[in-house]
């Protein structure tokens, strides 16, 4: 059972939480804790109808209204919030592609792991608000065969729901050559597959791999393979087993190994809150021992602290 950790709240008034925002944002000193009671404990869809219901009550826009009373991570987490999901993937692949450097690890995190029509919608977004269209920012600002897979994954032309066992010995052998071959072609073939392929089919060619060469795919992929190509590759395995596990993953990474990289943490809680941010805390706790709770309050601080505990809805017992 997949789970989030934000669900549509109960009893919901757009009218009376935006005048609790629009008390909180205009008051002398802004009521910090008023925005993230709110902003936290209600859906997304639920957020834009508040954000509705500002807009004609002040006349003013909410999500500039935040822009400009917040600062520093506390702010990315606010604004964020209020991004419907393809916009804010979208709003994340731009920075990462338009910023003064390119910054891989985002572009792995989303393109690895949106289905089809996540893909799709956020495509869309991208155009809509920047005008630009998402592939060939891809392929300007990105190089080699790390760029070929993300173009190829940002086509969301994945099988979705199909297997067929009579091909999955025959493409776990195309992997195992790729993998001992490494030339320009073998790579090509490598990422069409995992680009391709649905889940499904996935999983059997990954058990007929495991066979074939007595190894896991992973670890082949990491001993033939380095840099971001490598990670791409290693995400997208990763991501057809176990997403939330992923997620656990680099949101360790995150805090641990990058002194608390903000940017990374806040893009995955925003973005998994509403479809397995549950069972991304699980993962996290059974395999690093701490809870993702312990974490963030131990690194984190201030309202920035709340607002991203609050996401991540765990509770003292956590701590």
């Not at 608000?129 to 993300?150: A, C, K, M, P, V």
């Not at 993702?292 to 991540?312: R, T």
Request: aromatic fraction near 10%.
């Amino acid at each position: 059972q997949v789970q989030g950790t934000i669900f549509p709240a109960p009893n919901f008034n757009p009218i009376m939480d935006a005048q609790l925002l629009g008390g909180a944002l205009q008051g002398i000193s802004c009521e910090k804790d008023v925005l993230i009671d709110i902003l936290t404990q209600r859906c997304n869809s639920q957020r834009l109808m508040i954000a509705e219901a500002y807009r004609d009550m002040y006349g003013r826009d909410l999500v500039t209204d935040l822009k400009e009373n917040l600062s520093h991570h506390f702010k990315e987490v606010m604004v964020g919030l209020m991004y419907p999901p393809a916009l804010y993937d979208a709003h994340e692949l731009w920075h990462a592609l338009k910023g003064v450097d390119t910054e891989e690890k985002c572009l792995i995190d989303i393109l690895a792991s949106r289905s089809n029509m996540e893909i799709f919608q956020m495509k869309e977004a991208y155009l809509m608000q920047y005008n630009n269209d998402l592939q060939q920012d891809i392929d300007s600002e990105t190089s080699g065969h790390f760029r070929d897979t993300l173009m190829n994954l940002a086509q969301g032309t994945r099988m979705e729901g199909y297997a067929d066992p009579s091909t999955a010995a025959q493409d776990a052998m195309i992997l195992w050559e790729a993998c001992q071959q490494k030339t320009g072609e073998h790579k090509n073939m490598l990422q069409m597959i995992l680009c391709n392929k649905s889940y499904q089919q996935l999983w059997m060619v990954f058990q007929e791999f495991q066979n074939l060469s007595g190894q896991d795919i992973v670890d082949a992929i990491n001993e033939c393979y380095d840099g971001y190509f490598q990670e791409l590759l290693v995400a997208i395995v990763l991501c057809v087993r176990d997403k939330p596990s992923y997620f656990a993953y680099r949101l360790y990474n995150a805090i641990h190994d990058f002194g608390f990289h903000n940017k990374t943490i806040i893009r995955i809680l925003i973005a998994r809150s509403e479809i397995d941010l549950m069972n991304i805390r699980q993962r996290y706790k059974e395999r690093y021992g701490k809870s993702l709770f312990h974490d963030i309050k131990h690194f984190a601080s201030g309202h920035y602290e709340s607002a991203l505990l609050a996401i991540c809805a765990g509770d003292s017992e956590d701590y």
